[in-house]
């Protein structure tokens, strides 16, 4: 069963740090670019950052350049995003996707939700004091 599941989602406060995962299994990350993005109460779902397969090149939405850096470990299969410098409009659920073949190199410079082949479910961060 193919499958991508997020942690490490929760309640900080303004100004600190959340580092989240995206795991898979049931097949190998390798050859898949890897997005992250979010939908908070009310919001459409937006792209947050993706990073590419073959070259692991970054991209940022802008709202969080700087503050958010995306990276991937092939030995455990999982991606992760680190979130510094949390705002109160950071809050929302937020999902990995993952997307292969010859769409990937349209879908993560975009950080393009309706590109995505594979969706994990979900972790709530929650920024506030």
């Known amino acids: 069963q193919l499958q991508l599941v997020e942690s490490g989602g929760g309640l900080v406060q303004p100004g600190g740090s959340l580092r989240l995962s995206c795991r898979a299994s049931?097949?190998?990350?390798?050859?898949?670019?890897i997005g992250w993005f979010r939908q908070a109460p009310g919001k459409e779902r937006e792209g947050v950052s993706c990073i590419g397969s073959s070259d692991g090149v970054a991209y940022y939405a802008d709202s969080v350049k700087g503050r958010f850096t995306i990276s991937r470990e092939y030995t455990k299969n999982t991606v992760y995003l680190q979130m510094n410098s949390l705002k109160p409009e950071d809050t929302a659920v937020y999902y990995c996707?993952?997307?292969?073949?010859?769409?990937?190199?349209?879908?993560?410079?975009?950080?393009?939700?309706?590109?995505?082949?594979?969706w994990g479910e979900g972790t709530l961060v929650t920024v506030s004091a």
């Open positions: 049931g097949f190998s990350l390798y050859g898949y670019a």
């Open positions: 996707a993952a997307v292969g073949g010859s769409r990937q190199y349209r879908a993560c410079p975009a950080i393009s939700a309706g590109d995505m082949d594979y």
